[in-house]
């Protein structure tokens, strides 16, 4: 279903604000009840887990198999009734607030926010989307609203949010809860949200694009783990499927696009974490490697990077519908470092813009 895009004018193109390695293998353990949130299931820290048993909600609507567990037509929720007794919220990493900025009116009507590593990457795609909404103006003179704080950069673009979000988990994590917030605060309904970036390939051709099927951690597993108060947290990174296909059929509409659905593993490390054996550190020979990446393989994986499993999650715990689409830069089977020149790595890096913004403009009836 289309939005009627006369219902969402005026635009508005922008807003401003102010040693020794030890490796233990992972054991079954029992699990018990927390009994302050009887929702929630934890695991002792000092007790080994098993990455098959669980698996356990933690908040209402985690654990979901359908896409009815996704919130329709329904604003923005948060999970946290703490936030009530607030009489500020401040969202200090974005340089804003409740009460210092009017943030219905500066975020109502968003409909869709694409977040990325880059805070160039980021600009560029908001500039991009200027362009392809035809929106007035020039699409230079787009302002970055978090320029009070150098942690992110924001930009607005009519009902499409750009956002940085920096290098791995703990940095899209910050970001991701005051995203989150700022999206309730501003009473925003129906958003869409799209991770887009750069991965490697796991027996894919670089240039490929992948749209992420299932976020999956180092043991291949669907889950996110989160400690909290020394308590080990495991959450649901379930995506939604029929977004997942959506995409995948305007990556049909677009010429010269391979585009695949596959697993997306996401790791705390670009090195080790990752099975390099170009670090500063390396514990592992060749032939271990392509044995852990041929079982990935297995697994369903097709694509590594830092952050898809806690912004998966995250989404999934709050009724967001989400998708992670990144383009692939090298084959891991083949190598470790990225040489391929510039120009084409440019090239790469926009294949995920234009998948997504020709979701974008079929949503807002731009496009059939």
């Not at 210092?100 to 694409?114: A, S």
């Not at 909404?133 to 704080?149: E, Q, S, V, Y």
């Amino acid at each position: 279903m289309s939005l009627n895009l006369q219902q969402m004018l005026p635009f508005r193109v922008c807003s401003t604000a102010g040693s020794t390695d030890a490796i233990r293998p992972f054991q079954a353990t029992t699990r018990r009840k927390n009994r302050e949130h009887p929702a929630a299931d934890i695991i002792p820290k000092d007790r080994e887990r098993s990455t098959h048993k669980t698996m356990a909600p933690i908040l209402l609507n985690t654990m979901g198999t359908g896409n009815s567990d996704y919130i329709e037509q329904q604003e923005v929720h948060v999970k946290n009734p703490h936030l009530d007794s607030l009489e500020e919220d401040i969202l200090y990493h974005f340089d804003l607030g409740t009460k210092t900025h009017n943030l219905p009116e500066m975020f109502g009507d968003i409909k869709f926010v694409c977040v990325g590593g880059s805070a160039n990457r980021m600009r560029s795609f908001a500039q991009f989307m200027h362009q392809e909404l035809g929106m007035p103006g020039d699409r230079d003179d787009i302002r970055d609203i978090c320029a009070g704080t150098d942690r992110y950069s924001m930009y607005k673009v009519g009902p499409v949010l750009s956002i940085s979000h920096g290098m791995g988990v703990p940095s899209i994590s910050i970001m991701l809860h005051e995203l989150i917030k700022l999206l309730h605060h501003a009473h925003c309904r129906d958003v869409v949200l799209f991770r887009i970036g750069t991965s490697g390939g796991v027996g894919l051709a670089p240039g490929t694009v992948v749209i992420t099927d299932k976020a999956v951690d180092s043991f291949f597993q669907p889950q996110f783990e989160q400690v909290v108060l020394g308590k080990v947290i495991v959450r649901s990174t379930e995506l939604n499927k029929g977004l997942a296909e959506e995409l995948l059929s305007c990556s049909t509409e677009i010429p010269d696009l391979p585009t695949a659905i596959g697993n997306t593993m996401c790791t705390h490390d670009f090195y080790e974490g990752q099975g390099r054996l170009d670090g500063a550190l390396c514990s592992f020979s060749t032939e271990e490697k392509l044995e852990y990446l041929r079982k990935a393989y297995e697994a369903g994986v097709r694509n590594i990077e830092m952050e898809s499993t806690v912004f998966a999650a995250m989404c999934h715990v709050c009724g967001l519908k989400a998708a992670v689409i990144c383009v692939t830069l090298l084959n891991r089977f083949e190598g470790d470092q990225i040489t391929t020149p510039h120009e084409v790595l440019v090239e790469y890096q926009q294949r995920p813009q234009l998948l997504v913004s020709r979701y974008i403009k079929k949503r807002l009836g731009l496009i059939q």
